[in-house]
RNA sequence: GUGGGUAUGCCGGAGUGGUCAAACGGGACGGACUCAAGAUCCGUUAGCUUAGUGCUUACAGAGGUUCGAAUCCUCUUACCCACACCA
């Protein structure tokens, strides 16, 4: 055969030379033996600093492992590693999110049932995580689909009971007909169904469990103060949470008191109209005989609307026939309905001052309602939104917004008609699923006895094999599932078939870790205080204003209950940019951008993978995937390999000394603070550095060591090559000596750098000139820096020879004088 | 609309007051080694200029602060993310 296989030349070439980066072999070696000598197994030790890092447990799909994931949980890893060869006691489980819908989904498509689905797809999961060299601890795996684990959800659940947190209400829900189930506000994306991006939202009226994490809502912002998390996180969630001072107050309509929540009392004297949202269960309440027909169509025109465009319409509004009573002055006030008015926000009321809101102002506009200004200010080109001194307000004329307020809200309160009062946007947790694949609700509705939980001891609540899937809640085509005698009266009941959001298993998960097996409890509270809370937590910003927030508040409760003594469960937390495609869109199957990690690994190794990952750009920033450049990142991994694993130790001269120690200074803050790719950048550096003289095994442990972090499987070949003791992976991180740090070599080196630039810049110049080729170079440095150049290196480099003069030396050749223009750190040139 | 973020050379991206024509990687180009290479090594990569120099123009745009700005402030523009009329 003639053709060259290139890829076979490349390995025979190494071959030839005796040095094959083998990098399969190595990562499987390496695998075997962590697993072997259980090198990651944490146990809880007394008088040892314990760090908790935890990534966000993965949902365990049936495709396997994205690129995605390959990139955070590398970040764990990372962090993980390097706790631990700092010498803290390291904590670094893995879990499966195995609950929840595109299970269920999948399942049915395949025509198996999702725990087949799931216990495949684990298995999957597990293969890739430790051909990525993820150091984890697999003894303490824990998947939510278990029985044993889902048993303390449903623990929790007859807790929240208990306490009155866990309440059943009627709701007009978000139901997606695609999923055939209820969303969460938070799954409700524009409208649309956060899974299925087709699917406009229906809302349906039904019966429903909600968790009161409302009642949570202050301490939610006020935790944000004990932990270090990213300012855009904290304010996400702010926002989220969204609490707003204000006060509530009554008007009354036909003899009934409706509640209007509003920021601006002090505007009260300027309501000119009220509006209620066309979306309010009790609008029809409110509408006149008279008015039925014109509030009738403008429901109608707003229904024919798509969601889609809802958005962008118009404030427009209709009015329903009845007044309102000024709480105050007694005033008759026209009550509209209108189509910007959310009716899940306060009351679904609001008071209409026209002249200082802008809103009201378009609407009083287009409809010619009265605007009465009450606040001093320039309402030149519409409402005037600020505050000032108020006019027009009867007895509270020539006080202060702020004043006006608190006097205000006093005379309400006086009268009865109102109170100061703090409104959120967040919304009670809606944890209803009308699905199978969940944690059952372990509750049981008996004719007589109504609403019973189950005992703790009938706990867990399994979810049955003989279910039907098909359209609707698989769990209630189970008869031995839903028929079921009530614990209370013993009497034939009906189990309720709802189960819990799959948002729910992941509140909790990171204090199971602390004790997987814990049959008998939701955890031992000793292991927990051990581990808890999670130090470094890591994962997506997608998941801020969801679990993040369910997260905390469930250790808010559980801390209620006596089971915690801390209320935060994640003390720091680092957000991951997201890896897209080549074509810089989100990777998806259907843009054909698609990055296997597997794939990946095959090719290059996972060394190399894990090492471009974070060598491309800050990691909490978004970046392209790019096929060429993981190249230059396997290139330098092979190269490591190849110089370390024949290395003749030599002695390091002190420039390398200086520069290793400065190197494990500057990488140990990088890594420390995630800043992976400025560390590899400075790995880099040291390696050409040293690998253009001599090291000693001590300097090329050091080095080694530094880079395990993130090329963990190399790393352990390269320290057995070298002789260290046991594994890298469990080695204490190199210290450094300041001292050895020096600047003047410093300074050395970078005068030598400028020098071959100068060199080389001078050789061009003296070639364009004469056309001919130097012969050699003479560089003429000061007395006391010829210890920095080394004639051999410079020759090396400039691929003329070189020789160094000290400017002193009365022998020294110098025809033209050169010697002259040398000054500190600048050598004089000459070219011959 | 509101809130948050980003804007750097051919590209990806470092860089948060002077040491910056700006790390590192990719690409391109030139050279070395080679029968040859997609392998390795060494360079160049704003323009003009120069025996290693100097100047000009440069970090989205326009202003400003400062002895001095890619870096701080203001406004504008574009893009990204979140929330979407929250009273």
Known sequence: MEDIDFANARRSKNAGAGKVYDFSRIEKKWQKKWEQEKAFVAKEKKGKEKYYVLDMFPYPSGEGLHIGHAFVFSLGDIYARFQRMLGKNVLYPIGYDSLGLPAENAAIAAGTHPEEYTKKSIANFMKQQK???????????????????????????????????????????????????????????GGRCWRHGDTVVEVRPLEQWFFEITKYADELLKGHEKIDWPERAKTLQRNWI????????????????????????????????????????????????????????????????????????????????????????????????????????????????????????????????????????????????????????????????????EHITNALKMKKKGKKTVQYKLRDWLISRQRYWGTPIPIVYCDACGVVPVPEKDLPVVLPKDVTFGKGNPLETSKSFVDVDCPQCGKLGRRETDTMDTFVNSSWYFLRYADPKNGGNLFDSQKAAYWAPVDQYIGGPEHITMHLIYIRFYTKFLRDLGLLDFDEPALKYFTQGIVKGADGEKMSKSRGNVVEPLEMIKMYGAD??????????????????????????????????????????????????????????????????????????????????????????????????????????????????????????????????????????????????????????????????????????????????LKWFDAAVLSERVKVPVSVWSVADKKKVDPEGKSKKAKPGKPGIWVR
């Open 608 to 785: 190399a993978l894990r090492l471009y990952l974070v060598s491309h750009s800050s990691p909490d920033s978004d970046f392209d995937w790019d096929d060429k450049a993981i190249g230059s990142s396997f290139t330098f991994v092979r190269r490591v390999y190849d110089y370390f694993s024949e290395l003749k130790p030599g002695k390091s001269d002190v420039r390398v000394e200086s520069k290793l120690h400065q190197t494990i200074k500057a990488v140990t803050a990088d890594v420390e603070g995630f800043k992976h790719n400025l560390a590899v950048i400075k790995l880099r550096q040291l390696f050409s550095f040293i690998s253009r003289g001599a090291v000693d095994v001590k300097t090329a442990r050091a080095f080694v060591q530094l880079l395990h972090v993130y090329c963990p499987f190399v790393t352990e070949e390269l320290w057995e090559k070298l002789g260290g003791k046991g594994l890298v992976s469990l080695s204490k991180w190199p210290e450094v000596d300041e001292k050895k740090i020096d600047q003047k070599l410093e300074a050395a080196e970078e005068a030598g750098e400028k020098t071959v630039k100068d060199i080389l810049h001078v050789l061009g110049f003296v070639k364009e000139k004469t056309g001919n080729e130097a012969e050699g170079v003479h560089v003429y440095v000061m007395p006391a820096e």
């Open 131 to 189: 051909a990525m060299g993820w150091s984890y601890d697999w003894s303490r795996v824990v998947k939510t689909s278990d029985p044993e684990y889902y048993k303390w959800d449903q623990w929790i659940f007859l807790k929240m009971l208990e306490k009155g947190l866990a309440y059943r209400k009627k709701a007009s829900v978000n139901y997606c007909s695609d999923c055939d189930t209820v969303l969460a506000n938070e799954q409700v994306v």
């Open 242 to 405: 969204g609490r707003s001072e204000g006060t509530e107050i009554v008007f009354s309509v036909g003899g009934k008191g409706w509640p209007v929540f509003t920021t601006r009392p002090d505007t009260l004297m300027g309501v000119t109209f009220l509006v209620v949202s066309a979306q309010h269960p009790e609008l029809m309440g409110l509408v006149t005989e008279e008015q039925k027909g014109a509030v009738d169509k403008f429901l109608k025109k707003l229904n024919s609307v798509s969601e889609k465009d809802a958005g962008s319409m118009d404030k427009e509004g209709v009015f329903t026939g009845s007044y309102a009573e000024h709480p105050l002055t007694g005033e008759r006030i026209p009550v509209w309905t209108g189509n910007f008015v959310v009716a899940e926000y306060g009351s679904g009321m609001v008071m209409a001052v026209p002249a200082h809101d802008q809103r009201d102002y378009e609407f009083a506009e287009k409809y010619g309602l009265e605007i009465t200004q009450v606040i001093e200010g320039d309402m030149g080109d519409g409402a005037y939104m600020g505050e000032g001194k108020l006019i027009n307000s009867e007895g509270f004329d020539g006080l202060e917004s702020r004043e006006a307020k």
